[in-house]
């Protein structure tokens, strides 16, 4: 049990500097700790520099790395979490490494209700040429994606039928961006991922004066999209006439 009163002060440390702090611990002191010793550490720094010449520190590493192998220790993870910025090939950055997602300039998204039948959004997805789409409830809430592969496994396992909603196949494991993400985070998220739902944040006030955050679907990228952007580029640099100086 925790016994508050006997805290003389508190430091708070953020997901960014409690998981790159882990991974330096690893690297540098080959201390195989988990997340809750990287935020220990973190936060000793902060209350280090209010120290007194001749005072000593003593922190606490609470946990293993066991139970993060797959989490921070993955570089992959932590640039898909936005904790470690991705690095460019060889050390130099392509040109579009620091756009923005809204660079891409991505056509309206396709979304369907969860009430629709799953054998309709079937002949819709075909019909319109995508393979996913969003799943919007009426109060702009998104409740997942409805994919063709999902859909199809559901059905062939016979966990759903062509009439059951696509709210019953709803996958739910994807990931987002926002606009202002760049396409470097973008290209290292969509390394594991075969679509990527693209949001943008905003605030929604109500008649009461109450405040919400909502999220607003922009679009899906896919790689073949965002590689088509760049190709495009290259294309229509290498096609453009060169300028000379007389």
Not at 37 to 66: F, P, T
Request: hydrophobic share 40%; aromatic share 6%.
């Amino acid at each position: 049990v925790l016994d508050r009163s006997i805290v003389d002060k508190w430091y708070k440390s953020t997901d960014t500097e409690t998981f790159n702090m882990a991974r330096r611990l690893i690297r540098e002191e080959g201390l195989l700790c988990g997340g809750s010793s990287g935020s220990a550490i973190a936060a000793a720094l902060k209350m280090a520099q209010e120290l007194e010449e001749g005072q000593r520190c003593v922190v606490v590493l609470a946990d293993s790395v066991r139970n993060y192998m797959s989490k921070f220790l993955s570089d992959q993870w932590m640039c898909e979490k936005g904790f470690l910025s991705p690095k460019p090939p060889k050390n130099i950055k392509p040109w579009w490494w620091d756009l923005t997602v809204q660079s891409l300039q991505l056509p309206s998204p396709l979304t369907v209700a969860p009430s629709l039948s799953c054998q309709k959004a079937m002949e819709v997805l075909r019909e319109k040429a995508f393979d996913q789409a969003p799943v919007i409830d009426e109060s702009g809430e998104i409740l997942g994606m409805v994919t063709l592969d999902t859909m199809l496994s559901d059905i062939l396992a016979e966990k759903v039928k062509l009439s059951d909603p696509v709210s019953a196949a709803l996958c739910k494991n994807f990931k987002q961006v926002h606009l202002t993400d760049h396409l470097s985070k973008l290209s290292c998220v969509l390394k594991s991922r075969s679509f990527v739902l693209v949001v943008h944040d905003h605030t929604r006030y109500e008649a009461d004066g109450s405040a919400s955050q909502r999220q607003t679907v922009f679009g899906v990228v896919t790689a073949i999209a965002l590689l088509n952007f760049i190709t495009a580029h290259e294309q229509q640099q290498s096609q453009s006439p060169s300028k000379c100086s007389i």
